[in-house]
T-cell receptor
Framework: AQSVTQLDSQVPVFEEAPVELRCNYSSSVSVYLFWYVQYPNQGLQLLLKYLSGSTLVKGINGFEAEFNKSQTSFHLRKPSVHISDTAEYFC????????????????FGQGTILTVHP | SAVISQKPSRDICQRGTSLTIQCQVD?????MFWYRQQPGQSLTLIATANQGSEATYESGFVIDKFPISRPNLTFSTLTVSNMSPEDSSIYLC??????????????????FGPGTRLTVL
């Protein structure tokens, strides 16, 4: 079984400041990791993903995340946020093991509400 | 990314009635899933929609309450049956699409529809 913990339920930040949203996961097998963003009254949009290769992945809207296997973390960062980044962010994990009963199923963290103030 | 559409986008229903939500995905999608997002909560997987056969339900979800069909590769429906106010949630459909990894092989990446916001009175 796998689980995801987002360490901060809410993160307030001022415009143009840097931000880090923290995510830790637990799994007994290799995983793929994702960050999704949900703007108010909308569905989920994929921000970025780690499937393999370089541990630093870049996504849309200037976001990036670093996969740290030893710390089982996948923190999301942006060097300078905008008002339009205000949204809820979800970290998610799925098993990389094809053929297993859990393959393809996403387990989500509880979400982090990022509020950017002017 | 994959193109996924859902309808209705929202509905207000009376207790005891049923609502069927439709999800259409583009042809690149292989796996399809249904999730529920209760107010102020994260997403919880309801079931995997299997083409031409019964869906695979997660613990706590049953077919009688959430019947799911997937008659072909690109279309699925979720019915919320005998609704109560506790069923008020956002229901989201997702599609898994193979994405090439930086190394060899492919991995499924899920893309989500816009969701259906259901309110049960």
């Amino acid at each position: 079984a796998q689980s995801v913990t987002q360490l901060d339920s809410q993160v307030p930040v001022f415009e143009e400041a840097p931000v880090e949203l923290r995510c830790n996961y637990s799994s007994s097998v290799s995983v793929y990791l994702f960050w999704y963003v949900q703007y108010p009254n909308q569905g989920l949009q994929l921000l970025l993903k780690y499937l393999s290769g370089s541990t630093l992945v870049k996504g849309i809207n200037g976001f990036e995340a670093e996969f740290n296997k030893s710390q089982t973390s996948f923190h999301l960062r942006k060097p300078s946020v905008h008002i339009s980044d205000t949204a809820e962010y979800f970290c998610a994990v799925t098993t990389a093991a094809r053929g297993g009963t859990s393959y393809g199923k996403l387990t989500f963290g509880q979400g982090t509400i990022l509020t950017v103030h002017p | 990314s994959a193109v996924i559409s859902q309808k209705p986008s929202r509905d207000i229903c009376q207790r005891g009635t049923s609502l069927t939500i439709q999800c259409q995905v583009d042809s690149q999608v292989t796996m399809m899933f249904w999730y529920r997002q209760q107010p102020g909560q994260s997403l919880t997987l309801i079931a995997t929609a299997n083409q031409g056969s019964e869906a695979t339900y997660e613990s706590g979800f049953v077919i009688d309450k959430f019947p799911i069909s997937r008659p072909n590769l690109t279309f699925s429906t979720l019915t919320v049956s005998n609704m109560s106010p506790e069923d008020s949630s956002i229901y989201l459909c997702s599609g898994g699409r193979p994405v090439r990894r930086s190394s060899s092989g492919y991995a499924d990446t899920q893309y989500f529809g816009p969701g259906t916001r259901l309110t049960v009175l």
